[in-house]
């Protein structure tokens, strides 16, 4: 069963810095492109990074593109994401999600998603 | 950045429908890299339709998706209580954005 469980959520003050760790098992993470996606409260979702199975290519949105840091360790089958400088408009659920389908020709949305850790950016 | 815009923004129906949300992208999506989700309160996505028209693992064919380059759909064809949620289109050849969602409730 695949299992994706993320931690380091939290409060944090704007300006401050925060990192995500996501926990994979129950697949073999080294053949799948993992992603984090973001919910603001009563809002829709945001694609926020995106990084290839072997961790060479990494994709970040324009909002926090120079501000957050996408990373993976296959051996660990652990994906993090640093997040600095952060913003009230930050604060979200942020969600770890792997592809639907191993890295391949064909791109692959996000299949399999973890339960969500709240971020909250506020003084 | 591709925009997607789905529409409506809300529809409300009864159980026993049939329902098509739309999602209309603002430049042609690469190789119909379109999918959709379902989203409960309080719950992950789940991922409903990839590809534009293929179901992902486990989803009912009571779901289907069509359309290509900037128009698509996703069409219910006969709606269970449980497939009141919100919804989201989300193309995924371009880098990776997601539509502003439909709520389908109950009328």
């Known amino acids: 069963e695949v299992q994706l469980v993320e931690s380091g959520g939290g409060l944090v003050k704007p300006g401050g810095s925060l990192r995500l760790s996501c926990a994979a098992s129950?697949?073999?993470?080294?053949?799948?492109?993992m992603s984090w996606v973001r919910q603001a409260p009563g809002k829709g979702l945001e694609w926020v990074s995106s990084i290839s199975s072997n961790g060479h290519y990494i994709y970040y949105s324009d909002s926090v593109k120079g501000r957050f840091t996408l990373s993976r360790d296959n051996a660990k089958n652990s994906l993090s994401l640093q997040m600095n400088s952060l913003r009230a408009e930050d604060t979200a659920v942020y969600y770890c999600?792997?592809?639907?389908?191993?890295?391949?020709?064909?791109?692959?949305?996000?299949?399999?998603w973890g339960q969500g850790i709240p971020v909250t950016v506020s003084s | 950045e591709i925009v997607l815009t789905q529409s409506p923004d809300t529809l409300s129906l009864s159980p026993g429908e049939r329902v098509t949300l739309s999602c209309r992208a603002s430049?042609?999506?690469?190789?119909?890299?379109l999918a959709w989700y379902q989203q409960k309160p309080g719950q992950a996505p789940r991922l409903l339709i990839y590809?534009?028209?293929s179901r992902a693992t486990g989803i009912p064919d009571r779901f289907s998706g069509s359309g290509s380059e900037t128009d698509f759909t996703l069409t219910i064809s006969r709606l269970e209580p449980e497939d009141f949620a919100l919804y989201y289109c989300h193309q995924y050849g371009n880098s990776r954005t997601f539509g502003q969602g439909t709520k389908l409730q109950i009328k």
């Open positions: 430049q042609s999506v690469s190789a119909s890299y």
């Open positions: 590809g534009a028209s």
């Open positions: 129950g697949f073999i993470f080294s053949t799948y492109t």
């Open positions: 999600a792997r592809d639907f389908k191993p890295q391949g020709v064909l791109a692959m949305p996000a299949g399999s």
